[in-house]
């Protein structure tokens, strides 16, 4: 603060507004979109661990596990069924993501979210009914469906309606509702396991129909995002919600900022071929990097997998779920600590930080089941030494939790131009799902081949991801959104893939204003 003005870190001018009741609200709703993908994640790790699905469906995988317990426990589940159960899903949110792009711009962001919702809940519907295998790879299509549309379209409406100050916090609602729809997925898995009969699986399952009517309700409810009702031509619309977003009259500026963009957008009649072009290199090598770091951080294969993991390293099936349940929860208290950070310290700290800590665990993590299963895979667990584990699995979730988890959904939604901006979002999905979905397909192999070197491979990317963030992630933190360019063209690398006469900033045009501070 200097004299009770915010100094905008970018150079670029900081919109009045605060933050209001109704953009809290608006956020929190269209947040729980993230609830259905966590959720998932979850429940599937989960219900594959539990024998009764295991022997209805998998009857292989159920009867090398019950085989004699001097089996190598790094290859208990080692099967491709079993993983295409899980994966089917990813495959299909990568194509959905695609499409979701044009739904997102002509329609605008929240009937994105309402049809995702909806196709999710057809998913729930199918999979709590499964009668073979067959069911339960269209009803996860289904939910690939739902998770693709929910992906692309929230975070891109969590930046847009949030004001650039709290941008980060508010979009950061989405990656702690999804950590809270994994935890409640593991609780469920936890309690449904114990159900007599059976059945606890088919419970596990169709309540995914409960998160899917959260989004598909909620979203009706939803006002549109000015950037989207400029750029379908309702201009007067745009201007009542900036008002009534940012809770002052005094919204001109940020309003003609946003009609400059819009007008730019439009004459963009390709947004897939222009997001090639030269000037858009920075936020393209991020929307293709980031998510692709994000799954190489290991994560998904501790949260898919955790009970199956817990399982593997000589942990009970009781035990094992109430493990994950644990890890679950660090991963929603973390989550606050990233939301309470990141428009404070920056992108850039939570990230560098988060890495080191993820890199510490790995190793130790590694090294501690090296210990006891060798290269055999054979060996026993003491509780302490489980205990052990699952503590350095706990701080490298947090760490995870409040840097590349948030933070991978956060900045590719924060730095595309409106033209590109649905386009690059989609990108942004669906190279995390095609990364997901590859991960998922061969986590349990490369568990069973490269044994407890598999957590030295993850830590390697991991080494490798934060030197990437030191040298060219720029600090995106307080820019209003359609400011971000001024941020690339300050950056040491990427400055010099952008001309002074692409820089089109409201009234601001470096062609002919040479004096602005970049």
């Known amino acids: ?16 507004g605060k933050m209001t009741l109704f953009v809290f609200m608006a956020c929190l709703v269209a947040a729980t979109g993230g ?29 090398q596990q019950q085989a004699s317990h001097s089996t ?37 962001r929240k009937w994105s979210m309402f049809g995702g919702g909806l196709v999710f809940l057809l998913g729930a519907a199918i999979n709590g009914a499964a009668k073979n295998i067959a069911m339960l790879i269209i009803g996860r299509i289904f939910l690939g469906i739902g998770v693709g549309f929910a992906n692309q379209s929230v975070p891109v409406y969590l930046s847009e309606m949030a004001p650039a100050r709290m941008r980060g916090m508010l979009n950061m609602g989405f990656q702690l509702m999804i950590t809270i729809g994994i935890f409640v997925a593991n609780l469920i898995n936890y309690g449904t396991s114990k159900i007599k009969g059976g059945w606890g699986w088919r419970l596990s399952l169709a309540l995914a129909a409960v998160p899917a009517a959260i989004i598909t309700i909620g979203s009706l409810f939803l006002p549109d995002t000015p950037n989207s009702l400029i750029e379908r031509g309702h201009d007067e619309k745009a201007k009542n919600m900036l008002r009534r977003i940012r809770g002052t009259n005094d919204i001109q500026m940020e309003f003609t900022d946003l009609v400059v963009a819009s007008d730019e957008a439009k004459t963009v009649k390709h ?39 817990f399982k593997t390293i000589g942990f009970g099936s009781d035990a094992s779920l109430m493990s994950a349940v644990i890890s679950g929860l660090v991963n929603v208290f973390a989550t606050f600590v990233s939301i309470f950070t990141v428009d404070k310290y920056g992108r850039r700290v939570l990230f560098l930080e988060g890495g080191i800590q993820m890199i510490i665990c790995q190793l130790i993590v590694g090294t501690l089941i090296a210990i006891v299963f060798g290269t055999s895979g054979v ?115 990427w400055g010099k893939f952008i001309r002074d006469d692409e820089i089109h900033v409201g009234s601001l045009e470096l062609g002919n204003n040479k004096s602005v501070n970049v």
């Open 379 to 493: 060996g026993h667990v003491s509780k302490v030494y489980a205990g052990f584990v699952v503590f350095f699995i706990c701080i490298y979730v947090a760490g995870f939790a409040w840097s590349w988890g948030p933070l991978g959904w956060l900045v590719p939604s924060e730095i595309f131009p409106l033209e590109i901006r649905s386009a690059g979002q989609s990108i942004n999905v669906a190279v995390n799902m095609l990364f997901t979905f590859i991960i998922a397909q061969i986590f349990l192999a490369m568990l069973c081949h490269m044994k407890f070197g598999l957590f030295y491979f993850f830590s390697g990317w991991v080494v490798i991801m934060t030197i990437f963030i030191a040298f060219f992630m720029p600090e995106t933190k307080n820019v209003p959104i359609e400011e971000m360019v001024l941020v690339w063209k300050k950056h040491w690398f």
């Open 72 to 108: 190598n426990q790094y290859c208990k589940f080692d099967s491709q069924l079993l993983t295409s159960f899980t994966s089917s899903l990813y495959l299909a949110a990568l194509v959905a993501s695609l499409f979701a792009s044009s739904v997102t711009r002509v329609c605008g």
């Open 1 to 16: 603060m200097a004299g009770g003005v915010i100094i905008n870190t970018a150079g670029g001018k900081d919109y009045p």
């Open 271 to 309: 947004p897939w071929k222009n997001i090639i072009q030269r000037k858009y290199r920075p936020q393209l090598t991020m929307a293709i990097l980031i998510p692709f770091f994000q799954q190489l951080t290991g994560i998904n294969v501790i949260m898919f997998y955790a009970p199956v993991l």
């Open 35 to 63: 609830l259905i993908f966590g959720y998932d994640i979850g429940i599937s790790g989960g219900v594959t661990s539990m024998d009764s699905f295991l022997e209805k469906f998998f009857p292989s995988v159920y009867d």
